[in-house]
């Protein structure tokens, strides 16, 4: 079955400190990857979105990366906010459809 | 920085009644999507819809319901007899026309439907 995990549920980082978020699927044949942001009672915002063929991709201080071959991705967020505060979700598109599989999501939590 | 849009954004309706929920992609894309969030859970897909069809639909997206673009500008999911497993949040998507796969879908801020 096509899965998409992300690992952990929840997070809490002191203000500025680096940190990662973990996200996995189960099979490398994908169109691309994509990391949003939800904030609560709110829609997704998307973040950034890698194609397969592509091994990471940036925007100021987010970095995401991936590994089909382990069926990993990871998203990099530099000297951390209160405002980076939200559920962070990663989602597939698999080939053989169009359509996104998300994981459940990491709730990230920054303590100023 | 245009937006989807959605109304409205909370929806109370009794089981076995009809609902409508709308949304306005963004004005040059082509591709339109509907996925749900049950309150804990993943989001899901529901729907995709292309040159005013459905391009693929998921097994959750049943008989039951139904999508619509009525003109240019709106893109509406019908429910025709809610049940109380459809409470959820809506959420719209769009795309651009070209590469939809490679492109990044645009989300809108969700309709929370409740059905009592």
């Known amino acids: 079955k096509q899965e998409v995990t992300q690992i952990p549920a929840a997070l809490s980082v002191p203000e500025g400190e680096n940190l990662v978020l973990n996200c996995s699927f189960t099979?490398?044949?994908?169109?691309?990857l994509q990391w949003f942001r939800q904030d609560p009672g709110k829609g997704l915002t998307s973040l950034l979105l890698i194609q397969s063929s592509q091994r990471e991709q940036t925007s100021g201080r987010l970095n995401a990366s991936l590994d089909k071959s382990s069926g990993r991705s990871t998203l990099y967020i530099a000297a951390s906010q209160p405002g980076d505060s939200a559920t962070y979700l990663c989602?597939?598109?698999?080939?053989?459809?169009?359509?996104?599989?998300f994981g459940t999501g990491t709730r990230l939590t920054i303590i100023p | 920085e245009p937006e989807v849009t959605q109304t409205p954004s909370h929806q109370v309706t009794q089981m076995g009644q009809e609902v409508i929920l709308r949304c306005v992609p963004i004005s040059n894309h082509l591709y339109f999507y509907w996925y749900r969030q049950i309150l804990g859970q993943k989001v899901e897909f529901l729907v995709s819809f292309y040159n005013n069809e459905i391009s693929e639909k998921s097994e959750i997206f049943d008989d039951q319901f139904s999508v619509e673009r009525p003109d240019g500008s709106n893109f509406t999911l019908k429910i025709r007899s809610t049940k109380l497993e459809d409470s959820a949040m809506y959420f719209c998507a769009s795309s651009e026309a070209g590469d939809r796969i490679g492109s990044p879908l645009h989300f809108g801020n969700g309709t929370r439907l409740t059905v009592t």
């Open positions: 099979d490398s044949a994908i169109y691309n």
């Open positions: 989602a597939v598109v698999y080939f053989g459809n169009e359509k996104l599989t």
